[in-house]
């Protein structure tokens, strides 16, 4: 099977510092990359998505970047805000209807 | 706008008991998707289906049976049901239309099996 995984479980950043978030995938086929974001109680709710063909994609606040040789995601939140504390997913697939998730970043902003 | 919906939000049953979750959008996307959530795990896909009275197995299938009769339900049965499979489930959909996969998710049934 695929394996997606974190290097950190854990992280907690100062309110208006960058926050990164990063996520190491086994299947040099996945082709196409979400980060989820996870708020206490709720379902995963959709940051931002990134094909393989792509290095970088940017939304409100929000950047991930993709390297194939590596196989490695991340997500990069600009001025943290309260808000943002959440456990974050990043979740990668080479055929669009299986999803493997990775276990999950708890992200605290210390007000 | 209900969206996704699930229920019971919360349920408790004993072992060898079946359940059924029920999982309900308005979208009409023809995809839809049971996961469990584990800690140490993330979420683990069960089942999907990518129109009515089409499905196929996920990471984790065993123990679980789904139908999909109608576009906008997707129910999840535990024919008998273990320990093993308490979990936090969640039902999520998708249409699918480019240029986004994403799937959106319903708030969740957590299930305790005693």
């Known amino acids: 099977g695929e394996s997606v995984g974190l290097h950190l479980p854990t992280l907690s950043v100062q309110e208006g510092d960058n926050s990164i978030i990063n996520c190491a995938y086994s299947?040099?086929?996945?082709?196409?990359f979400i980060w989820y974001k996870q708020e206490s109680g709720k379902g995963p709710q959709f940051i931002i998505d990134i094909r393989s063909n792509m290095d970088k994609r940017q939304g409100q606040r929000v950047t991930v970047l993709l390297n194939k040789t590596v196989k490695h995601l991340s997500l990069q939140i600009a001025a943290t805000q309260p808000g943002d504390s959440a456990v974050y997913f990043c979740?990668?697939?080479?055929?669009?209807?299986?999803?493997?998730f990775g276990t999950g970043t708890s992200l605290t902003v210390i007000p | 706008d209900a969206g996704i919906t699930q229920s019971p939000r919360y349920k408790i049953t004993e072992t060898g008991r079946q359940v059924t979750l029920m999982c309900h959008q308005t979208w009409s996307h023809s995809y839809m998707f049971w996961y469990r959530q584990d800690l140490g795990h993330g979420l683990r896909l069960i089942y999907y289906?990518?129109?009515?009275?089409?499905?196929d197995k996920g990471e984790v299938p065993d123990g679980y049976v789904v139908s999909r009769s109608k576009t906008e339900n997707f129910p999840l049965t535990l024919e008998s049901a273990t320990r093993s499979q308490t979990s936090v489930y969640f039902c999520?959909?998708?249409?699918?239309?480019?240029?986004?996969?994403?799937?959106?998710f319903g708030p969740g049934t957590r299930l305790t099996v005693l």
């Open positions: 299947n040099s086929a996945s082709d196409y």
């Open positions: 999520a959909s998708s249409d699918r239309r480019p240029p986004t996969d994403e799937q959106f």
């Open positions: 289906s990518a129109a009515a009275d089409i499905t």
């Open positions: 979740a990668e697939t080479s055929t669009g209807n299986q999803f493997y």
